[in-house]
């Protein structure tokens, strides 16, 4: 998707079948859109590790970029250090 917001309404919407806990935007702003507690439906019903499945053990953090479809851009050095800030919390 071309911007983080339309992002970030995609994933809150009910029915979408793709969830994330948090959304960085393309200035490195850092968006909570499910409590950790929860599970985020971003592996698809069959990912497992040990068993069990990876979307109940794991912490989804989508980074926004428009993808190919609408002209990829690489990360900004922003983004990459929102990432690092929220790996480390």
Known sequence: ???A???IEWLCTPGAR???HYLIDEVGGIH???SDE???MHCGNR???RGQ????????????NPGHEYGYIP???EQTDAILRLSKV
Request: glycine share 0%; aromatic share 6%.
């Open 47 to 49: 990912a497992s590790w």
């Open 38 to 40: 929860k599970s985020a």
């Open 18 to 20: 793709a969830s994330a």
């Open 53 to 64: 499945p990876v979307s109940d053990r794991s912490i989804a953090i989508e980074v926004q």
């Open 1 to 3: 998707m071309p911007e």
């Open 32 to 34: 909570q859109l499910l």
């Open 75 to 77: 990360y900004t050095d």
């Open 5 to 7: 917001q339309q992002r």
